[in-house]
């Protein structure tokens, strides 16, 4: 009973630590820490808060599954914390919640990543257990089978979801021979052909030194960290063995695919060609997106779609810049008798925008929300940890964060319409799942 007093306690403190708001100012002050065996780490210091919390990335994601065998990294992700090194899916769990910490990997279309969050006190053994889940992953046939079972029986769900049938469709129309195509989950007829072989050649070929990046927020200083990078990364390969990924371009840009599904809404995806995160119009075109769609309840689409006609509940556009490609993409969800409407309120007003281009008023309305909301993305050490990572993904370099604003502030209205042509002007590929009874003349999906 005492023990399980200790586990809730230390538990309790973890949940504690995470949610006390950290100092936006804070984030700033971000030292560049490189172990004595060269790997390098971010890291964000703050000792009022006895929680470490570090984020790790390494290239090359659902993007290296094998060709026939989509699936593969997620299936890994799922496995790297349910047994390592001598310890069973059993005993490792037990060893996770005797330390009260939070183990967390994830597969993208790019990146391998993982988390861990960990109370000071713990952060010995807590590392221990990170460095034999990332060299030492047991992938049991026991784990992998409940793992297949559980990812099967998603999928399947899947089969009947809107949104999750608009989301296929339109990755496996867009990039019908990349690697971007394939679903990052797998495939009802791919995850029962994984074996373990499979996920040990993923990880010895993916994770390595030679691409990781890491983030580090929290009571630790450097001269602990440089040596904990070793002591959990250390063994893991200097080079891995990356499949080349060749660029990609979105294909079928001005085709509509209907999915016939009985729902009562249709649900809409859309997207065209982006831009890159690196080129020299991607704050313009930031700022551009937040005015037509990414401002959530001032942009010119939540406007037109839902405030004066009441299309939808909600209505969206992002910039998706990938390694190999770049997208400028949305969705929302109406009702199959209004969806032939809500779509060309929304294809009239990317056209209105390229043609057009933001207002001088929308322009400054934007980047003083902009500039004023981007401390919210550090108010807490989870926060800071994945935006630090994330910074060094995308190669924005130490200084981003007080560059940013600077970079915003710079976007004249010139530039503004400039982007909005090229952003906008490039036609988009969209799927709509439903029985919408406007656009019957649209051409059949499967």
Known sequence: MTINLHKLAARAALLFALAIPVAPAQATNIERVVSPGGIEAWLVRDSNIPLVAMDFAFTGGANQDPEVKPGVSYLVAALLDEGAGELD?????????????????????????????????????????????????????????????????????????????????????????????RPTNGTLESIPTITVDDLREYHGRVLNRGTLKVAVVGDIDAATLGPALDRVFGALPAKGELKPLPPAKIQDVGRRIVVDLD????????????????????????????????????????????????????????????????????????????????????????RRMASEGPTEKELAEAKAYLKGSFPLRFDTS???????????????????????????????????????RRLADGGMLVTVVGRPKDLASFEPGK
């Open 382 to 420: 989870s926060k800071i940890a994945a935006q630090l990572l994330q910074m060094q993904i995308e190669d924005l370099g130490i200084d981003y964060i007080k560059k940013r604003n600077g970079l915003i502030d710079a976007v004249t209205i010139e530039d503004a319409r400039r982007v909005a």
């Open 263 to 350: 729902v009562p809404q249709a649900v809409l995806s859309f997207g065209g060609e982006g831009l890159a995160r690196k080129d020299p119009d991607f704050i313009p075109a930031f700022i551009v997106n937040h005015i037509l769609g990414g401002g959530s309840f001032s942009s010119r689409l939540y406007t037109e779609v839902r405030e004066k006609r009441g299309l939808a509940y909600g209505v969206y556009s992002y910039l998706m810049p990938l390694d190999r490609a770049a997208l400028f993409t949305g969705s929302t969800q109406t009702s199959n008798e209004r969806a032939g409407e809500a779509l060309k309120i929304i294809e009239a007003e990317i």
């Open 89 to 181: 899916n059993k005993a490792f769990q037990q060893r996770i919640e005797e330390n009260a910490m939070q183990l967390r990997f994830s597969s993208g279309r790019d990146n391998f990543q993982g988390s861990i969050r960990l109370l000071r006190e713990r952060l010995d053994p807590g590392l221990d257990l990170l460095r034999l889940a990332l060299t030492q992953p047991r992938f049991d046939t026991q784990s992998l089978d409940r793992a297949r079972a559980q990812t099967l029986a998603s999928l399947r769900r899947e089969t009947t979801n809107p949104n999750s049938i608009s989301n296929r469709v339109w990755w496996r129309t867009a990039f019908p021979q990349h690697p971007y195509g």
